[in-house]
């Protein structure tokens, strides 16, 4: 559900996407899940554990660093800001931020003595599809309701990246 909420902001900021754009974002979201759980999986109780204590600080600090960034976009006035959500950096971001507690599910499946494969292929997939669907609503949205919905937008990552902390502290 982080992956639709995160994708539907970011098609509030793109508001028109072309077929290039459109799989942009839910590949990378889907990369990153598929990914992260066969990292968490080989890197087993050991390192993981190290980053267990922290990690949805960093999952905070990005979704916050990009939701800022939304904020500060809607208020300022510029011609074109599809490619600063699209950009290396923010997508990044973005894609780590949701991302990251995939680590403990693949520790999970480690644990469990789990096969990874068709786990890992489930969650991509699925995370892509949700991703695709996110991204079309919050388009449709973000050209009915134009800069209003950026800066909703900017304040649902915001508080995304809140909702993490406060599940991992209490």
């Known amino acids: 559900m982080d992956v639709f909420s995160v994708a539907t902001v970011t098609g509030f900021v793109i508001k028109k996407v072309n077929f290039s754009q459109i799989w942009k ?3 990378s979201f889907g990369s990153f899940h598929t990914i992260m759980p066969i990292i968490g999986w080989f890197m087993g109780s050991t390192i993981l554990s190290l980053i267990a204590g922290y990690d949805h600080w960093i999952a905070f600090l990005l979704l916050s660093f990009v939701g800022g960034k939304m904020i500060y976009g809607a208020c300022k006035e510029q011609k074109n800001k599809d490619y600063e959500m699209l950009n290396g950096l923010n997508l990044l971001f973005c894609s780590v931020a949701v991302s990251i507690d995939a680590l403990a599910v693949g520790l999970s ?3 469990e003595n789990v096969p990874l ?3 890992v292929v489930i969650i991509g997939l ?3 599809v949700f991703a695709l669907i996110g991204l079309l609503v919050g388009s449709r949205a973000g050209r009915h309701f134009g800069k209003s919905m950026q800066t909703i937008g900017g304040l649902i990552l915001i508080m995304i990246g809140l909702r993490i902390v406060y599940t991992h502290i209490f």
């Open 126 to 128: 699925t995370t892509t």
């Open 117 to 119: 494969l068709l786990p």
């Open 25 to 27: 974002i839910p590949l």
């Open 109 to 111: 499946l480690f644990l």
